[in-house]
C-alpha cells in the first residue's frame, strides 16, 4: 500500500500525477510540497521514492534545475557606490546570456567540459560544444539572477538555472532511447498526464541514464557557480557562505531502512540542517533554509518547496500572441505591410518610394489577465529594478512563498529572509523549453 505525504491545499490533477507514476513503478512513497503543480508526467513539487526504478520523465527536460545564492559583506550602500543597482543589472544583463539557445557572451573554461568530452555515456560526448557554448547562460522563463538584501543588510547573489541545452537533449535522448528509437531521435512527447517513463534502475539503460544524468547536473552546478562567480566579479566581492542545491533530480537514498532512488522534480532536499535557497517571485522575498528533524520531515522524504508555485498558466497570465515576421512601410505613420513568406518586391501602394522593412511582429489573439505595465510601476515603487521578465512571471501568478513554507510547519527552519533588490531575467518574447 502506497503512503502520499501532502503539504497545503491539495491539486487534484497533481495529485493524480503522482499516483499514476507510483502506481506504475510500485512506490510505496511519494510526497507533494505546498508548491506543487501539474507538470509533465511527474507534477512539479512532488517527490517519488522508487526501489528498483530510475525516471527521466521524473527528473524531466531541465535536469539538475536548481538555485545558488551566494552571501556577500556588500550593502546596499557599496552598491550606489557601483553606480546604484539599476547600473549593476545593467552590467550583469550585458555579459551573461539570457534567453533560448544562446551562447555565452563571456567564454568559461570548467573542468565539467573535460568530463563531457569523455563522457562514460558515449552519445554524450558529441554535446561537447553545445555545452561549451551554453557554460553559464540562464536561459529565460522562470529562470533568473537576483541581488537581494538579508535583514542584516548584506546583499546576497541568488541563480536559477539548470542544465541547459546539455541537459535538454540528454533527457530527450533518453526519452527516445524508451521509445525504441537511437539517442539522436525525436522522442514523441505524450500529453501532460502521461504515464512515467520508468527503466529498471540495474539494468543497462538505467545505469546509462543514471551516469548520464549526474553528469548533466555536475554541469548545471558548473553553469551557477560560473555566473554567480561572474556576478561577485562585477561586484568587486567575496562569497563568504554559499548554498547550492538542485531540485530536478534523481538521488540515491535511505528512507525507513531502506534505498529508494528519490525522484525529486521541482522539489528541493531538506535533511536535517541541509540548507536550501528558495526564491520567491520578481516582486516576493526569498529564503534561506535549513531541514529540520521530524516524523513528518521523514514523512516528507526529507524534501520541501523550490519556490512559491504558480495559481495560474503562462498562456493564462500574458494571453496568446501570434508572431509573424512581415515586410512593412518604413513610412512611420502607415500600417501596410506583407507576410515574409514569399515576399518578393512589393511595395506600399501609399507610400511607393519607400523602402519595404522586416519586422516581426505581435497579434495578440487572447488577452492575458495580468496588466504587466501595472506590475513593472509596482515594483518600481517597492524599490525593485526588474530587467526583462513578463506577464507570465509576474507575482500574481505566483503563490505567496511565507504562505507556501507556513505550511511545512516544522520540518523547516527559515535561516535568512532576502528582499529582492534587482531582477534580471529574459524578456517576454523569449521562449526557452529548458525551464522546468
Avoid at 120 to 129: E, Y
Avoid at 280 to 305: F, N, P, R, Y
Avoid at 349 to 365: F, G
Amino acid at each position: 500500500m502506497s503512503t502520499i505525504k501532502t503539504f497545503g491545499s491539495v491539486d487534484e490533477r497533481s495529485l493524480k500525477q503522482l499516483e499514476r507514476c507510483m502506481d506504475a513503478g510500485d512506490a510505496e512513497f511519494g510526497v507533494l510540497c505546498a508548491d506543487h503543480h501539474p507538470g509533465y508526467s511527474q507534477p512539479i513539487g512532488g517527490a517519488i521514492a522508487y526501489e528498483g526504478y530510475i525516471s527521466p520523465s521524473g527528473a524531466g527536460y531541465d535536469i539538475g534545475c536548481g538555485n545558488k545564492a551566494a552571501r556577500t559583506e556588500l550593502t546596499r550602500k557599496d552598491l550606489e557606490s557601483l553606480g546604484g543597482v539599476e547600473t549593476v543589472m545593467r552590467e550583469i544583463t550585458s555579459r551573461i546570456s539570457f534567453g533560448m539557445g544562446v551562447p555565452a557572451q563571456e567564454r568559461a573554461d570548467h573542468p565539467v567540459l573535460d568530463k563531457i568530452r569523455n563522457a562514460d555515456f558515449a552519445p554524450q560526448r558529441a554535446l561537447a560544444g553545445l555545452a561549451d557554448k551554453q557554460l553559464g547562460t540562464v536561459g529565460s522563463g522562470n529562470h533568473y539572477v537576483n541581488l537581494m538584501e538579508d535583514e542584516e543588510g548584506r546583499i546576497w547573489v541568488g541563480v536559477h538555472f539548470g542544465s541547459r541545452g546539455f541537459g535538454h537533449k540528454t533527457a530527450s535522448g533518453f526519452l527516445a532511447l524508451a521509445e525504441g528509437k537511437r539517442f539522436g531521435d525525436r522522442a514523441v512527447e505524450g500529453e501532460m498526464d502521461s504515464p512515467p517513463v520508468l527503466f529498471e534502475a540495474g539494468s543497462e539503460l538505467g545505469e546509462s541514464y543514471i551516469s548520464a544524468m549526474e553528469l548533466a547536473g555536475e554541469y548545471a552546478y558548473a553553469g551557477r557557480d560560473v555566473v554567480v562567480d561572474k556576478v561577485l566579479e562585477i561586484l568587486g566581492a567575496e562569497a563568504v557562505h554559499e548554498v547550492h542545491n538542485h531540485h530536478n533530480f534523481a538521488w540515491r537514498e535511505e528512507h525507513f531502512g531502506r534505498r529508494y532512488w528519490v525522484i525529486r522534480k521541482g522539489c528541493t532536499p531538506a535533511r536535517p540542517g541541509q540548507e536550501g535557497f528558495v526564491g520567491g517571485s520578481m516582486g516576493d522575498e526569498s529564503v534561506i533554509l535549513e531541514g529540520v528533524e521530524s516524523d513528518e520531515s521523514e514523512q516528507a522524504l526529507l524534501s520541501t518547496v523550490h519556490g512559491a508555485g504558480r495559481v495560474m498558466s503562462r498562456s493564462q497570465a500574458a494571453g496568446r500572441v501570434r508572431r509573424q515576421t512581415v515586410f512593412a512601410c518604413s513610412d512611420r505613420d502607415c500600417e501596410f505591410s506583407v507576410p515574409a513568406k514569399g515576399y518578393s518586391s512589393q511595395t506600399c501602394p501609399d507610400h511607393p518610394t519607400a523602402k519595404m522593412r522586416k519586422w516581426k511582429t505581435e497579434q495578440v489573439v487572447r488577452p492575458g489577465v495580468v496588466d504587466w505595465p501595472a506590475v513593472q510601476s509596482s515594483l518600481r515603487e517597492q524599490g525593485i529594478v526588474l530587467i526583462g521578465g513578463g506577464a507570465d512571471e509576474a507575482p500574481e501568478v505566483y503563490k505567496r512563498l511565507p504562505e507556501v513554507l507556513a505550511a511545512h510547519g516544522d520540518t523547516i527552519r527559515v535561516k535568512h529572509t532576502l528582499r529582492p533588490v534587482g531582477v534580471a531575467m529574459a524578456g517576454r518574447d523569449l521562449h526557452d523549453p529548458y525551464k522546468d
